[in-house]
């Protein structure tokens, strides 16, 4: 592993640096790269946990319960078409998932369900859907919520994140 020491003092003759930590380190030699580096420069996010733990943590606060998307966790295919029931558009997310991956758009549409994942489209009975649910929640948890129609005005897809700060510090 490479000596940090020259980074750091390159660094601290500089402005102020800050790391965005996007992922988390998955090997021994990322593990002590990023322990060095926690020492001189702030990281500006830090693991909080899953999707459901952070939207439980805000419900419980009560300060923005009321700007939660309603979130549930999957545990039975028949909780998907129970909320497309009450919301003809539906969004399964994986709970430890980023950036979109491996994101499921479940559309009721006439008798059937029209399915987005993976950039590909396709129309499905109740049955399948019921199938799809319990082929992708084998393998990894996920979470059902009425879907939020979010776009510039190019139809890009967006939302907003937070990151707050107290003194430095994650607040």
């Known amino acids: 592993m490479r000596d940090l020491t020259s980074l750091y003092s390159k660094l601290n003759k500089r402005s102020l640096y800050v ?7 998955t090997t021994t030699q990322q593990r002590e790269i990023m322990k060095q580096l ?4 702030p990281f500006t996010s830090h693991a909080i946990g899953d ?13 923005f319960s009321n700007c939660l998307i309603p979130s549930r966790e999957i545990l039975y295919p028949q909780e998907v078409t ?5 919301h003809s558009n539906v969004i399964i997310k994986p709970l430890s998932g980023k950036q979109g991956i491996d994101v499921i758009h479940i559309q009721k549409d006439s008798g059937q369900y029209r399915v987005v994942r993976n950039d590909r489209e396709q129309l499905i009975s109740k049955e399948d859907v019921h199938s799809l649910v319990t082929d992708v929640t084998k393998e990894h948890t996920f979470l059902v919520q009425p879907f939020i129609q ?6 890009s897809a967006y939302d907003f994140r937070l990151h707050t700060q107290k003194d ?4």
Request: glycine share 8%; charged share 25%; proline share 3%.
């Open 150 to 155: 979010s776009q510039t005005q190019n139809g």
């Open 19 to 25: 790391i965005y930590n996007a992922s988390s380190a």
């Open 38 to 41: 926690f020492e001189e420069i």
């Open 51 to 63: 999707k459901m733990h952070v939207y439980n943590r805000i419900k419980r606060g009560k300060n």
């Open 168 to 171: 430095g510090a994650p607040a």
């Open 82 to 86: 129970d909320l497309l029931k009450k």
